[in-house]
């Protein structure tokens, strides 16, 4: 009737774990319990047992609150994020073994940075590393202090804004390091960061050197408007199964933030091009996303490599897939136990990391490369700085003396 108020559109999320695969359901779907079966009847089957994860009943965001709420998520999950200027720059103390205010260096030489990918921080990587086999990472970290004349630490945003915002605020942040040389080492979408910054942001006449580890050069499936749904379920998955680890960081609450964000301008539920516009409402995302239009990628990977005086790269991969079409992705990765993973053959078509396709770890100019080509091997994308030989590589290629 006219006049009468309307109440505010409600937006119902639930996951749900059937059988160890985790997937998102919308609306009044989830309520419909199916009931686990004490027993089976003749000719029958028993009801399939589900575990209702989190539920969630809220307003959509209006369109001038997403900008805000992806602000708020990257700081809430990466609280070393100054939030006045939206980054943050620190440096490694090695006495006392943790990141601190960058001080004016004493020494001559280049510098060391390393920087994160979507949902994680600086921490995260070198609490990793310091736990590799025999010390290695841990040793590393201490030659690198003596090394360069500084480590430091770049942490950022990685969904309020692209990859290129967040290289032009790595360039403020290295303004006091004046033309040293810079070696970077870079994970995940930080590899983006890394790469518009080397090429096309920093000008100043330095030598620079990279390392890549399981970065989305060339973008991933994960971040395909058209495989979305099927991503956000097999991140959720890998969230719920490495929970266990301490490993889930951002697999748990990355895909609600991307859902809560797409939702307020397209049905979830959709196919693109309604996809492709949510998606777009995601800069962080959007810039990672592995298809033929994606203009950032394609401009980012056009640019000579060959030229004098060009950044030197070094790329780590890695394949968890395995060529089983019934694989399970978690027996390698023991003591959890197995989920049926077919759901993950609605994302990659071939080799990948289980978020990054291997594929596309490499830039279009290529260079020495390491691949842990083995599935039993058990590396995949949260895990590499885990890895002895990954330490290995990263002191070879970057020349950091014993």
């Keep these: 009737r006219r006049g009468r108020h309307r109440p505010p559109r409600m937006i119902e999320l639930a996951l749900i774990e059937r059988q160890g695969v985790v997937t998102w359901e919308f609306g009044h779907a989830f309520s419909r319990r199916a009931i686990p079966a004490s027993g089976r009847r003749a000719g029958r089957r028993a009801a399939v047992r589900e575990n209702v994860l989190f539920v969630d009943r809220s ?9 805000k709420y992806l602000l708020d998520f990257d700081h809430n999950l990466n609280g070393d994020i100054d939030r006045l200027r939206g980054w943050n720059l620190r440096q490694w103390d090695n006495a006392t073994e943790k990141l601190a205010v960058p001080v004016a260096l004493s020494k001559p030489g280049p510098v060391l940075v390393i920087v994160h990918g979507t949902a994680s921080n600086c921490s995260h990587i070198i609490d990793e590393l310091r736990a590799a086999p025999n010390g290695s990472g841990k040793k590393l970290m201490a030659d690198a202090a ?3 004349a500084a480590v430091l630490a770049f942490d950022h945003p990685t969904l309020a804004f692209s990859p290129m915002i967040n290289a032009l605020d790595l360039s403020k942040a290295l303004e006091p390091y004046d033309d040293r040389a810079v070696d970077v080492i870079c994970h995940s979408r930080g590899g983006l960061v890394s790469s518009w910054w080397m090429h096309l942001v920093d000008q100043r ?6 390392v890549f580890v399981g970065s989305p050069l060339q973008g991933t499936s994960l971040a395909s408007p058209a495989r979305l749904r099927a991503s956000l ?4 998955t890998y969230g719920r199964l490495l929970s266990n680890l301490g490993q889930a960081t ?3 609450t990355l895909p609600f933030a991307i859902l809560k964000v797409v939702s307020a301008a397209a049905d979830i539920t959709a196919r693109t091009p309604l996809l492709d516009a949510g998606l777009a409402m995601i800069p962080g995302l959007n810039a990672q996303s592995r298809v033929d239009n994606n203009t950032e990628l394609s401009r980012l990977n056009a640019r000579p490599f060959s030229a004098a005086g060009a950044p030197s790269r070094f790329f780590i991969q890695a394949n968890f897939e395995s060529p089983d079409p019934g694989w399970r992705i978690w027996q390698y990765a023991r003591p959890m136990r197995a989920a049926e993973a077919a759901v993950d053959l609605l994302v990659f078509t071939g080799k990948n990391d289980l978020v990054v396709d291997t594929e596309s770890m490499i830039d279009t100019g290529g260079g020495p490369t390491h691949v842990f080509e083995n599935p039993a091997d058990g590396v995949h994308h949260t895990n590499y700085f885990r890895q002895e030989v990954t330490t290995t590589k990263v002191r070879e290629w970057l020349g950091i003396p014993i």
């Design 59 to 67: 307003e959509p965001l209006g369109v001038n609150q997403i900008g």
């Design 146 to 148: 003596k090394h360069y």
């Design 205 to 210: 006449p330095r030598v620079k050197r990279c």
């Design 233 to 236: 379920n097999l991140l959720a």
């Design 250 to 252: 951002g697999f748990l």
